[in-house]
């Protein structure tokens, strides 16, 4: 036996522990009910990629119907009312939240702390499985009318609201608790599968932006349970909960629904920071600058956010004197956010930077991101807001978080991890020019509708002023948000071409440090064949790498595992 | 120390011997899943927190008075003394399942088992309880009015989780009958009686809101 | 008090004092203990006591304001 790290210790592996689950062979049990969480994340990239496509398409009926001021193309009100709606569900609940933590978290966490599959694999599999079945039912309610109350379904509406909306209550429901069980699995996986010598702040940041999102969504996501078993039993059972001619309040609603759906924004905005964390000192070539403020200020936000919801309700009727502290704790949330773009941008500083795509996606985040960041504290503030609630100033806000937040993001990481999926690599030029157009179009589609909402532009409306103005920025957004639909094809094309025949990536085409880039791509089915230990953070660019134990590993020949993530079966 | 070390291939300093390795392997799953658990009981602790919220705001923010008027009345309040001795009957159950966890600890089966039947037994009268309560409640209905809105709903969802737990120590019951679990390793037993405390705490904030405020 | 009602106090008081009682007990019997499932018990058991004395006020009609039924 020997020591290899004060307090870690290797030796000769026991023979309970080699009680080896072997890799599944049936096509079933390897791809469709695997328990394996490579196998399950990128199930949710596939999947939350096809959500992707449908709720894009409904963004592009949405802005294809604005290319005309009154309804000349011909889409109804009603249709109209439908399409934005489920293009807002679908686009928080099932791509972008699944995506961030469903397929990121569970394809790149467990390999980042060097273990072998989460905590509770089963229960990975049960939660990955609800979210396709929230998925159809959402969708379905196209076919018996679907929800009109935009994503956030405000009673009254919604409680009148067609039978679809029904439909949407289970579905989100289910996506709720499929996130639920999500978040209690990822923090019993980070909090008790670390490889030995990972402390917490030897932990990467992704790891530190999926535990701080987990958190958030274990806690928040029974809200919104509560908030839409309520809204069910009202629309179903004619309970008065939100009915104010039946003693119910429709503030009550907005209070149960933002508790969540604030939060909700942290968990779609920080898991994309942990990916920038990740991209921006790979390819600057240098350590991360303020390793434990990014980390600290990751949980500071989740903390935080759980204390702002109501700065979505100060034209709501709520108690005046309770809209001062929001909008003060709703603006403090700037200064850990600051703290994290500061951080980013100096660990540019001085680098050796590589324009790779994935860099490009991260710095073009750190741009949209603040621009909407900014726009973020204009909506805080309660006299600004009480002029641009509503309009198409907040639609701009939140695509410039979400889209330039979150989705970037998604891309830079997609660019990223795709050789460790895969084992291939993608076309670079290809890649940088999605980028570009991306981004190009991205601000064309949304940057106009500052001012259009700034000017009085309501949201959520088919028809607006038909004054040349108007009508002129909205078909230069509506023809930038089909160029920005057409980049996706580049996108998709890129994918599909790399996964056939792409140039073979190695274990580590980044010349990254994190743990997951130490093993062979495609990650092999049991991850590591001996865990290593690990000694420092693992962003030292010039250091040696942190990690013992793996070179003894690289020198086996044999794919032999030495025993399997799913211990004895005990109760 | 680092965490997992033994589920991760690590031998813990000494003990070789099969026993002691998997004693190990057992602590740590049984670590993870008790902390799995728990994170459960909490986000459950905000559904009801969430309905409770429901609960407050309307009767605080809303209603003009409580109990609320309908049709020129109003209406009357819930029946204090009979909520009482039902919740001690819920509160004895508790009382009765820490004692069975701990008599299966110290390995006297007897006492589990009385301990264990008792808390079955106790449960379930709960349940009856809640079900003349529900009988007899004159609050108008589930849909009636806000006040039943919330008792009927927080009551409710209060029963299920009771329902759940009466059949979750049931199962609990037969499984030590049938050797699953000994006096080393009992983690279901563990979770049934978090679970099981958990239940009642929520009658303890659901008992002040409905018939002592 | 007067009639079932009466009756019912009594037993509720009764009943919750020795509850309470038992459960101080096994309070008592977690108290050194440190496991995360020992420190949730010594929360729950200390709210179910706490329940406990909400019964009794219960019974002697400090709780509700204005008698309740």
């Known amino acids: ?33 695997s328990i394996d969480h490579k196998v399950i994340g990128i199930q949710y990239m596939i999947t939350g990629g096809l959500f992707f496509l449908i709720a894009g398409m409904l963004a592009e009926v949405i802005r294809y119907t604005l290319l005309q001021p009154q309804g000349q193309m011909g889409i109804s009100a009603a249709t109209y009312n439908g399409v934005y709606s489920m293009h807002g569900s679908a686009m928080v609940w099932l791509v972008i939240i699944p995506l961030v933590t469903g397929a990121f978290g569970n394809f790149v966490m467990p390999l980042q702390i060097g273990a072998r599959d989460v905590a509770f694999p089963w229960l990975n599999l049960l939660a990955f499985w609800m979210f396709p079945v929230a998925g159809v039912i959402l969708f379905s309610s196209f076919l018996i009318g679907a929800p009109d109350a935009g994503w956030t379904e405000y009673p009254p509406i919604s409680v009148q609201g067609p039978p679809g909306t029904t439909l949407w209550c289970i579905a989100i429901f289910l996506i709720g608790v499929s996130s639920t069980l999500t978040g209690i699995n990822f923090i019993v996986t980070i909090y008790k599968m670390r490889a030995p010598g990972m402390t917490l702040t030897r932990m990467p940041l992704f790891v530190w932006a999926q535990f701080a999102t987990a958190g958030l969504s274990f806690i928040a996501t029974t809200a919104l349970a509560a908030a839409l078993l309520a809204l069910f039993c009202e629309r179903v059972f004619n309970v008065p909960f939100y009915d104010p001619s039946r003693g119910g309040s429709p503030v009550l609603w907005q209070h149960m629904f933002w508790f969540y759906s604030h939060p909700a924004v942290y968990i779609m905005i920080l898991p994309a920071f942990g990916i920038v964390s990740e991209v921006l000192p790979t390819f600057s070539r240098k350590p991360i600058f303020g390793y434990k403020m990014i980390a600290f200020s990751t949980v500071a936000i989740a903390l935080l956010g759980f204390s702002v919801w109501a700065h979505h309700m100060f034209t709501s009727g709520m108690v005046p004197w309770l809209q001062l502290p929001f909008m003060i704790i709703t603006m403090l949330i700037a200064i850990p956010t600051g703290v994290k773009i500061f951080s980013w941008v100096a660990t540019l500083w001085g680098g050796s930077i590589r324009w790779t795509t994935p860099m490009l996606f991260a710095t073009g985040f750190l741009i949209t991101f603040t621009l909407g960041g900014l726009t973020g504290f204009f909506l805080a503030a309660v006299p600004a807001d009480y002029h641009e609630h509503g309009t198409y100033f907040v639609v701009a806000h939140f695509h410039y978080v979400l889209y330039g937040g979150s989705v970037m993001g998604l891309f830079a990481g997609f660019y990223y991890w ?19 157009i991306t981004f190009v179009a991205f601000n064309c589609t949304f940057m106009p509708m500052h001012w259009l909402g700034l000017m009085g532009m309501p949201r959520r409306v088919p028809i607006y002023d038909p004054a040349a103005w108007y009508v002129f920025w909205n078909q230069f957004a509506s023809i930038s948000s089909f160029v920005l639909a057409a980049s996706m094809l580049l996108f998709a094309y890129n994918f599909w071409s790399s996964f056939r025949s792409g140039k073979i990536a190695g274990p580590n085409p980044w010349g990254a440090r994190t743990l ?53 079966p005990t109760y | 120390m680092s965490v997992s070390i033994a589920k ?12 002691d390795h998997e004693q190990v392997i057992y602590q740590e799953t049984r670590d993870m899943r008790l902390l799995g658990f728990v994170l459960f009981l909490c986000s459950d602790v905000v559904l009801f927190s969430s309905f409770i919220f429901a609960y407050i705001y309307l009767r605080t923010t809303v209603a003009p008075i409580w109990p609320p008027m309908i049709d020129g009345h109003q209406l009357p309040r819930l029946d204090t003394a009979f909520a009482a001795v039902n919740s001690v009957v819920l509160f004895g159950s508790g009382v009765t399942m820490h004692y069975a966890l701990e008599n299966w600890k110290h390995g006297t089966r007897a006492m589990y088992n009385l301990f264990m039947g008792l808390t079955i037994l106790l449960g379930a009268m709960f349940l009856g309880g809640q079900a003349y309560e529900y009988a007899h409640a004159q609050i108008g209905g589930w849909s009636g009015n806000t006040f039943g809105a919330s008792f009927f709903t927080l009551t409710g969802m209060h029963g299920f989780h009771v329902f759940v737990g009466v059949v979750f120590l049931a199962v609990l019951w037969w499984q030590s009958s049938r050797g699953v679990y000994d006096h080393e390793r009992y983690f279901g037993l563990t979770a049934g009686t978090l679970y099981w405390h958990f239940v009642d705490v929520i009658w303890v904030a659901l008992f002040f809101l409905f018939y002592l405020w | 008090m007067e009639g079932l009602a009466g009756v019912e106090k009594i037993i509720a008081l009764i009943g919750a004092i020795v509850v309470f009682i038992f459960a101080l007990i096994g309070l008592r019997g977690e108290w050194k203990k440190t496991g995360l499932d020992d420190q949730v018990t010594k929360l729950l058991l ?18 509700p304001r204005g008698g309740g039924a």
Not at chain 1, 13 to 32: C, G, M
Not at chain 1, 418 to 436: D, I, L, S, V
Request: aromatic content about 14%; glycine content about 10%; charged content about 15%.
């Open chain 1, 1 to 33: 036996m020997a020591t290899i790290a004060p307090g870690v210790k290797t030796g000769p592996y026991h023979a309970v522990l080699d009680h080896i689950h072997p890799e599944p062979t049936s096509f079933i049990r390897k791809y469709i009910f």
């Open chain 1, 418 to 436: 795709w050789p460790k999926m895969t084992g291939r690599m993608y076309n670079e030029a290809m890649g940088q020019w999605h980028f570009w």
């Open chain 1, 516 to 568: 997951e880039w130490m093993i062979s791509s495609p990650a092999p089915y049991y991850n590591f064949k001996k865990i290593p230990a690990v000694l420092a953070t693992p962003y030292d660019f010039g250091n040696p790498l942190p990690y013992l134990g793996l070179e003894a590993a690289e020198g086996a020949t044999e794919a032999t595992p030495t025993h399997s993530s799913h211990p004895v």
């Open chain 3, 46 to 63: 200390g709210l179910m006591a706490f329940g406990c004395v909400l019964v009794v006020l219960a019974a002697f009609g400090v709780l």
């Open chain 2, 8 to 19: 991760q291939g690590y031998q813990l300093g000494h003990g070789h011997d099969d026993h």
